[in-house]
């Protein structure tokens, strides 16, 4: 079993009994939390989709301790400029350990209305007439001779239309 969950607002997959480090939480270390954001759930292949969140459903998770990440070096340069600055950043977390999911929530997506169960009894009712048209189709011998034809049809129309022959000019005899 495991959920999505949104956490200082980042998305997490969580499961029960694991640890996740998110970013720093202003809780006590020892303290137990509820995050009630939940997005998904997903009990042994059965999926409960959230619209936006579940309702009723809830995360617990317990804080295990706060830590600082690995430091990042952030370097800019720009060439022929003497422009250099080299910055670090350790970003602070927090550890949490995930108690339990508690999947109360009921969202549409675990009981599906009557109309989408319509939806897909005409969609069956219309496959076989798919189906059918797929077998219809033209063989590969005709769609070649079709191709064929519109190339010479193109061919014809850009030919221009002969041209008449342009009158010779005679000179003028001077008076």
Do not use: C, W
């Amino acid at each position: 079993m495991y959920a999505i969950v949104e956490i200082a607002g980042q998305q997490f997959k969580v499961e029960a009994g694991k640890k996740i480090f998110v970013h720093r939480l202003e809780a006590e270390e020892g303290k137990e939390l509820e995050f009630d954001q939940v997005l998904l759930i997903d009990e042994d292949g059965r999926v409960t989709v959230g619209e936006p969140t579940i309702t009723g459903a809830s995360i617990e998770g317990k804080v295990i301790d706060h830590v600082r990440g690995d430091k990042v070096i952030v370097f800019k340069k720009k060439r022929k400029k003497g422009y250099r600055i080299k910055n670090g950043h350790r970003q602070n977390f927090t550890q949490v350990e995930i108690i339990s999911i508690n999947g109360k929530g009921s969202t549409k997506a675990a009981a599906p209305k009557k109309e989408e169960v319509k939806v897909t009894e005409t969609v069956a009712e219309e496959a076989p007439a798919r189906v059918k048209k797929a077998a219809a189709k033209k063989p590969a011998e005709a769609i070649e001779k079709a191709a064929v034809k519109k190339a010479e049809e193109k061919k014809a129309e850009k030919k221009p239309a002969a041209k008449k022959p342009a009158a010779k000019k005679t000179p003028k005899a001077k008076e």
